[in-house]
């Protein structure tokens, strides 16, 4: 038995949230110790401690988009000294064996964890490939003191060997472990012609996200006849309250009025699901795409964009559809097949539910992250 550390950015309850989640629960059954660092208190912290965690909320830097350019890493990497050091002491006052990282936005970690004397693996969740080089050396730099690399899909492990390619011996890719319903949920309902096309969306309101082009997307089913709707659960990122304002105002016209609903946040997601004719994930970019896995558990006809790991997690034409990304054409065009053709949309279904249940499921994850933060141990 083991001690762990666990360092984690936020208390929320998103996808790289809840995937700490899932390795907190593999290393608890494994008979480790964890200790989990967090920022600020939220409530993530509850779900921690009943997954078998101990939990410390510890001042530390997060990184964030606003300090994504030169002169902001710059003033990171000036104040790390004193960050990391500081951070090395609680480190070997935890007894921790081992540290794990959780995201890259917590660069300081993986510096403390070497100044510690203690092997750091790092879970990357990230894929800023739109990022300069230079931004990217900067973000992923962190991650050479760690002694492994976790990439959550294909997609991440190319962009942070993109800007460091020495981590390549060190860095493996494991998928997300999504959850699936504790209860398997009804199929797709029989549909009859010009019955209401239910579209559903599970993501937070950002312009990465794609929300805009869903809306563009119902819009353009809808002038084409189709009874189309749309519900979006999830609430802004901070700082991007006037993309939730852009939204409303889009909602209000008269083409998607009373078409569609801004849900804020929603947690299960999966009675949303159980009514959706189709799930979209309309972003033009995911590191992974834990919404589009659960689309699939749930046994719904899924539309996603052809961007970074949705390529990895959506076998097109087979588990589901791929779309060029921004094109509120092609998601609309996508959408209007399966609701012309249900058969097709529930063999769609039906096949993505089987592929996510060998390829995402939990049980695998929990085994492979084990055997990754073991290996630090041996």
């Known amino acids: 038995m083991s001690t762990i550390l666990v360092a984690h950015p ?3 309850l998103y996808g790289s949230d809840l ?8 290393l608890v059954d494994a008979g480790h110790v964890v200790k989990v660092a967090l920022p600020a208190d939220g409530p993530l912290v509850p779900v921690l401690r009943q997954a078998g965690a101990t939990v ?13 350019n030169p002169r902001g890493l710059v003033g990171l990497g000036a104040g790390a000294g004193p960050e990391a050091l500081r951070l090395a002491r609680i480190i070997r006052s935890s007894g ?10 917590i660069p300081t970690w993986p510096l403390a964890a070497r100044l510690a004397g203690v092997p750091a693996i790092a879970h990357a969740h990230e894929a800023e490939d739109s990022q300069p080089l230079i931004i990217r050396a900067g973000l992923y730099a962190p991650l050479l003191a760690a002694r492994a690399v976790v990439a959550n899909s294909g997609a991440t492990r190319d962009v942070l060997l993109s800007a460091h390619p020495l981590l390549k011996k060190r860095t493996r890719v494991i998928h997300n472990g999504v959850p699936g319903p504790e209860r398997p949920l009804p199929g797709p309902r029989d549909r009859a012609a010009g019955t209401p096309f239910r579209v ?15 809306l563009e997307a119902i819009g353009l ?3 084409e006849g189709v009874d189309a709707s749309l519900v979006v659960a999830g609430s802004v990122f901070p700082g991007y309250e006037w993309y939730e304002e852009q939204l409303r105002e889009r909602i209000s016209q008269p083409d998607l009025s009373g078409a569609v609903e801004l849900l804020g946040y929603v947690n299960p997601t999966w009675p949303l699901l159980a009514d959706a004719d189709a799930v979209i994930v309309p972003s033009l970019g995911e590191s992974f795409g834990n919404t589009a896995a659960e689309a699939l558990h749930a046994g719904r006809p899924l539309v996603a964009s052809r961007a970074q790991a949705l390529r990895e997690v959506v076998r097109d034409g087979e588990t589901g559809l791929l779309v060029d990304p921004a094109s509120p054409q092609a998601l609309a065009a996508a959408l209007a097949e399966l609701e012309r053709d249900p058969a097709r949309a529930r063999g769609l279904a039906a096949a993505g539910q089987a592929d996510a249940a060998e390829r995402f499921s939990v049980e695998r994850y929990r085994s492979e992250i084990v055997d990754a933060v073991e290996s630090l141990l041996q």
């Open 10 to 12: 936020s208390p929320d």
């Open 19 to 26: 995937q700490l989640v899932e390795t907190i629960h593999a």
């Open 56 to 68: 410390a909320i510890i001042p530390f830097t997060v990184l964030r988009k606003a300090l994504l």
């Open 96 to 105: 921790a064996r081992a540290v794990l990282t959780n995201t890259v936005t």
């Open 200 to 214: 559903a969306l599970i993501s937070r309101l950002s312009p990465r996200k794609g929300i805009d082009i869903a």
């Open 221 to 223: 089913l809808r002038a």
